[in-house]
């Protein structure tokens, strides 16, 4: 699997945006990118995915480089209920069958009143 | 969205006791379900992947004799921790996805395993 490499910890105020930022130098062309967030105590949740294009939906948006070595998650604005694990992940589109996840260490987002 | 339901969510019991917990998809068929494990201030780490009707693939050092997964059903898959001892006490998460390829994962709320 290509490895990611995220920022250990971040911190950010409630109602402005966040940006996470994820480096993917190794990407192949059929690796798409995948967010996913763990809030405490509760298994992780989908936020967004996407291949080349930037992609929007009501979570987050993500950004991508043209060259696809990295990305960004993008929370518009910002709550407490953001404050969690944000983990981004390449899955490989042609491998068959369901794809695992392959965690790494993923960002920690700590949300200030 | 798709939910995916996880009992039980806190087991406490004694060493040497088998522990189950079941994983299911409460609004979709779940083709595949996973399971995973996660230690205090560490990431998850995939256990095994499980299909409906066929056996489990379980990653490498994880023992397929200790860690039991049955998915029966398209909405239903379980694990069972055999004689577990307190370092198998963990917080253990199942995820199910609907399809192949780029379909999201949908996981539960995980299960808090405390072994004394």
């Known amino acids: 699997d290509a490895k990611t490499t995220q920022p250990n910890s971040m911190e950010s105020n409630e109602e402005e945006p966040v940006h996470l930022p994820c480096n993917h130098s190794?990407?192949?062309?059929?690796?798409?990118i995948h967010w996913y967030r763990q809030l405490p105590s509760q298994g992780p949740e989908y936020v967004i995915h996407g291949l080349t294009s930037n992609v929007n939906n009501r979570m987050a948006s993500l950004a991508i480089a043209e060259d696809r070595k990295s990305s960004t998650l993008i929370l518009h604005r910002a709550t407490l209920r953001d404050a969690a694990v944000y983990y981004c992940i390449l899955r490989d589109l042609i491998i068959q069958g369901a794809q695992k996840l392959v965690f790494g260490q993923g960002t920690r987002l700590t949300i200030n009143p | 969205g798709a939910v995916v339901s996880q009992h039980p969510s806190r087991v406490i019991c004694k060493s040497g006791t088998s522990v189950k917990i079941e994983c299911r998809s409460l609004?979709?068929?779940?083709?595949?379900m996973f399971w995973y494990r996660q230690f205090p201030k560490q990431s998850l780490m995939l256990m095994a992947t499980s299909n409906e009707g066929s056996k489990a693939t379980y990653e490498q050092g994880v023992e397929k004799d200790k860690f039991l997964i049955n998915h029966a059903s398209l909405t239903l898959s379980t694990l069972t921790v055999t004689s577990a001892h307190p370092e198998d006490s963990s917080f253990y998460i199942c995820s199910a996805t609907a399809g192949t390829g780029n379909q999201p994962q949908h996981f539960g709320d995980g299960t808090r395993l405390s072994i004394l």
């Open positions: 190794t990407i192949s062309g059929t690796d798409y």
């Open positions: 609004d979709f068929q779940a083709t595949t």
